[in-house]
């Protein structure tokens, strides 16, 4: 699957492999992502791309990778391109997982179809 594509939950599974949190398939039943809390044991949801809380530390730890991406993804002007600017996270988050497992990742779910 190409990365510059993938959208949610498929992204945010592949974000928190990134982060080596170690992602499961939640039973809500929409294919939604959690990550077990270190702290309580528990699955707790996993949406950095929605949730600024979860994306904001990744963000401030990878900016100057994330923006490399950009600018080989979309050029220089990316900030300013409506496509981005209609969702930032989900486009910062696929940058965040090229950076990670670069342009391609395996299909997830297993039935998935690749690009």
């Given at each position: ?65 994330l ?29 965040f ?19």
């Amino acid at each position: 699957m190409k990365v510059n594509r993938l959208e949610v939950p498929v992204l945010n599974f592949w974000v928190a492999k990134s982060q080596g949190l170690g992602p499961i398939v939640d039973g809500r039943g929409d294919g939604s992502v959690s990550v077990v809390n270190g702290a309580s044991g528990s699955p707790e949801p996993y949406q950095p791309t929605t949730d600024w809380s979860q994306a904001g530390p990744i963000l401030a730890d990878h900016w100057y990778d994330l923006e490399t991406v950009m600018l080989e993804w979309l050029g220089p002007s990316w900030s300013h391109m409506k496509e981005f600017r209609e969702n930032p996270l989900l486009w910062l988050m696929r940058a965040f997982v090229a950076v990670n497992f670069g342009d391609e990742v395996e299909a997830w779910p297993p039935d998935a179809e690749s690009d």
